[in-house]
């Protein structure tokens, strides 16, 4: 194991912080698989699971087993993570800037799409090569202005050329859950499966620029863009990312992470990056894959306390009811009600909302929702 030091641009004067990558195996051995952990830096559940998963591959690189590279990034966000105020955790979006730390990531596609096709061939390996070659000439080029920008750079930097891309993050109040590209779908198929997703959400592009589609979509993006131009050059799938939500923020118990780092784990054998004389087949699914943009986003019509009627993982009927928000002041009592048949996958917290206050996530199996998917 290697581990790298990275140094961010110093935001103030006297002040200077780093990102850490632990590197396993050997680079042009074989797949490249990346994972990182709290990219929202309060959303601890995967640095736990990182600390877990980083003794199985110490134990793994040692017996001389792995096939190719693993990079791991137990914490993701030293920025996020050192942000609190009033003595509570603010690492959703940078304090300096108001931006999420997970969107904004720049368009690979479009950065790297001129004069690309005057270097491709009928060779799908010579163009993944070419790619991710034009990728880290934009990323080397790329003069980031702000730490967070260098945090961008740098997590790119690290994954651009990763095959397997995972991030691990939570939700406030949760089941295991899972993003995915509908385009990377196919090879993640497994991974869901080992992790006992019981929310998996597919969407061809859901907005706002994440760091998991930044890398996945530019094949997709370029493929259709070559298209378009009228050149038939293949272009595979070069990345296959996804965002795994680790059940919710207090869910952190070294129960529940070794049994998820296994879970990564057993997936890098059965991709045969960990090598093993029979790899553990992926277990029965938990749920089916739905559209994210048929998930519905129930809202709090007005203020007051909440009062759930049901816990996350609950399968639903439209009409349901959800959660009651009640009015001490005037003793009513409003009713907030599935729209959709599915799961609710994920709630708040805080049990007081203002009015328009986002209440909870239902996984349904019909799409109804067109622009961004994700929320801010």
Known sequence: MQRIDHALISPSLGSQRTLSSFHF?????????????????????GMLVAHHLRSLL??????????????????????????????KPTGRFELDSAENFNRNYPNLAQAVLSGLAARLRQDPDHNLTVVRSAIANYLRNWQPLSELQSLRKT??????????????????????????????????????????????????????????ECLSGVWWQLAEALQAAGHSFPMPQGC?????????????????????AQALFSYLQWIGLVHCDHAPPPPAPRCQPTPLAGSQTLRAPRPGVVVFA?????????????????????????????????????????????AGCELGKIAGAHAFRVGQLLGD
């Open 155 to 212: 997590l790119l930097q690290l994954s651009h050329d990763a095959d397997v891309f995972i991030d691990l993050h939570c939700d406030c109040e949760a089941v295991m859950h899972f993003y995915c590209e509908e385009s990377c779908w196919p090879q993640l198929e497994p991974l869901a499966y080992f992790m006992q997703s019981e929310a998996i959400l597919l969407a061809r592009n859901s907005g706002g620029a994440p760091i998991d």
């Open 25 to 45: 195996g050997s680079p042009d051995a074989g797949l490249k698989v990346y994972l990182q952990a709290s990219l929202h830096a309060e959303e601890l559940p």
């Open 310 to 354: 049901v816990a996350p993982g609950s399968a639903l009927r439209s009409g349901d009811l959800v959660a009651e928000i009640i009015n001490p002041l005037n003793a009513e009592s409003c009713p907030v009600r599935a729209e959709v048949d599915g799961v609710l996958y994920a709630r708040i917290r805080d049990r007081y909302v203002s």
């Open 58 to 87: 110490e134990g793994a690189e040692n017996a001389g087993l792995l096939r190719g590279e693993v990079v791991l990034v137990p914490m993701a966000n030293p920025i996020g993570l050192a942000q609190r105020i009033n003595h």
């Open 240 to 260: 296959c990312s996804t965002t795994i939500e680790l059940r919710g923020e207090a869910d952190v118990s070294h129960a529940y992470a070794r049994q998820d």
